[in-house]
């Protein structure tokens, strides 16, 4: 792991603590929490998490007692980015057993994220919590369950005692510092898979690289082309003057080209005047006949010269280089001026509204092969995956017959639409070829599973401060989400950003465990 990743997590050892490593948590499938002894905060406490689709609530208070005040720390994570909630109204409601609503609120956070409405119950029993969350975008309540009022500090003493559950500990403090996220265990449909490697290639009729007809001279049409811009097929990029073999210039083809239409000229009208005097009687049809040929001669001249020409362009700038396909100039290779040789490359044109991903199958998957359903692939630099959906933005042009004798590969040829911006031709890539039907099966996103020495490993949340390392049994990956055979349950939380930094915090527990000051 880089140096900045360590630093990051000295840094964030270093922030106030804001829980003990080894509470209880409790997160069942539906996110229902159930309350437990904790320390930290008197006799008797409580920690519950609970999520809604817009927060994260972790929250902590001492036993609520009748005609006692009970501070609560509310820990509040906006989802979207996993930051701490800078703003908003925060209520306390204990409702039901009969008896009336209380609510108690504060409009304030103490800091970012940390919000602490003080509670005051009236009425003794089981009453039900929540914790109800407004700013100026969004109301949500988080349902906490049932929770005892005892009617006095003896009753509140004398319920059981604390639970230490161990774990590792890793603060809500810390987690907003970092780059941190958590996603819930779910089931999906993942389809089998083979893994593949290969290359981003423009379509043949979507690339075109313009070479120099002739030995000569380049010359700008008025602004040379730049890389990146836009061209349309037949748009003049630039004219190449050549340089011709012999006495023969593009100045004498010029001329040969305007003698040859001034005899061509000659020669119709002598026909013409032929055939008039052929009317009349005056001439021999043999007279009208030699006037005719000699303009299919004169004609044959003149379509020759302009032949000879057209070879060169034909124009005062000399050969024309046009484009020959549409699309956006990737490379330029020359520049105003320049003495280029016959053959050399000028400018490199590619389309890529329309890019072809060509993929090499390891022998051993060939088999699998019938008819693969689509593709996934990764590329360096970019977290993001790109998917192609035959019928929907791309489609399979051809798999293979042969295995490479070099390689031991099979190829297997997509094409794709409206690529993303980040994608470049000749990009290698790796990916996974779809090659079966889709199954339901527990899946967690890729960037969940770490690698431990070789065995996979997530780090599942048992609380909003409180993590497990836990070991799994991976199946199929299917672009961004892995399947898991053994480990995990639906409705478990795991770490998908950041896991590498609770797996540090798990060496440092001990001295990042306590210190808060609720």
């Known amino acids: 792991m880089n140096k900045y990743l360590i630093a990051t997590l000295c840094t964030a050892l270093l922030l106030t603590a804001c829980g003990d490593a080894g509470n209880k948590q409790a997160m069942d499938e539906s996110h229902a929490p159930t309350a437990d002894g904790g320390h930290g905060h008197g006799v008797g406490g409580e920690k519950l998490t609970h999520f809604t689709d817009k ?31 800078p703003a908003g109204k925060v209520s306390v409601i204990l409702s039901g057993g ?3 609503d209380e609510v108690f609120a504060t409009e304030t956070p103490t800091q970012p994220g940390i919000f602490r409405p003080e509670a005051l119950p009236k009425q003794a029993g089981e009453r ?21 009022v005892y009617a006095d500090r003896k009753a509140a003493d004398a319920a059981s005692g604390e639970h230490d559950e161990g774990g590792i500990g890793f603060t809500k403090e810390q987690q907003w510092k970092v780059d941190f996220a958590t996603a819930e265990v779910v089931k999906r449909p993942i389809r089998a898979a083979i893994a593949a490697t290969g290359t981003l290639r423009a379509r043949p009729d979507g690339e075109a690289l313009l070479s120099a007809p002739a030995p000569g001279q380049v010359q700008t049409t008025g602004k040379f082309p730049q890389l990146g811009q836009a061209v349309k097929k037949g748009d003049i990029l630039a004219y190449l003057t050549p340089r011709l073999g012999g006495d023969v210039d593009m100045a004498s083809l010029q001329a040969d080209a305007r003698k040859a239409r001034v005899a061509l000229d000659l020669a119709v009208r002598e026909r013409s005047r032929m055939e008039s005097l052929f009317k009349d009687e005056a001439v021999p049809e043999k007279r009208l006949l030699a006037a ?16 000879r020409q057209g070879q060169y362009g034909g124009g005062a700038g000399g050969v024309p280089l046009r484009a020959p396909v549409s699309g956006t100039i990737a490379d330029v290779r020359v520049s105003p001026g320049a003495f280029m040789q016959e053959g050399a490359l000028l400018f490199h044109i590619i389309d890529r509204r329309v890019l072809w991903l060509e993929l090499r199958v390891p022998e051993s998957e060939a088999a699998r092969l019938a008819s693969p359903s689509g593709a996934t692939f990764r590329v360096e630099g970019v977290e993001q995956s790109f998917e192609i959906v035959p ?12 295995v490479d004798a070099v390689t031991r590969t099979v190829p297997v040829l997509f094409e794709f639409a409206q690529p993303d911006e980040r994608l470049r031709i000749g990009m290698a890539v790796k990916a996974q070829v779809f090659a079966g039907a889709a199954s339901e099966v527990v899946a967690v996103p890729a960037s969940a599973v770490l690698d431990e020495n070789g065995v996979p490993t997530v780090f599942v949340m048992s609380g909003g401060e409180s993590f497990e390392r836990r070991p799994v049994r991976i199946g199929a990956r299917d672009g961004d989400w892995l399947e898991v055979v053994e480990g995990l349950e639906p409705g478990q939380r795991v770490v998908t950003r950041g896991a590498y930094l609770v797996k540090l915090a798990a060496t440092k527990t001990g001295e990042i465990g306590h210190g808060h000051a609720h």
């Open 391 to 402: 019928g929907k933005n791309g489609r399979l042009i051809a798999t293979g017959g042969a």
């Open 292 to 307: 005719r040929a000699a303009e299919e001669s004169a004609r044959a001249e003149f379509d020759a010269a302009q032949g």
């Open 55 to 85: 927060t994260e609530l972790f929250v902590e208070f001492t036993r609520l007692v009748v005609g006692e005040e009970s501070a609560f720390a509310a820990h509040l994570t906006r989802l979207a980015d996993f930051r701490a909630l």
């Open 98 to 100: 009969g008896q009336p």
């Open 128 to 148: 039900e919590l929540a914790i109800e969350v407004a700013t100026t975008e969004f109301t949500v309540r988080h349902l906490l369950g049932p929770v005892t």
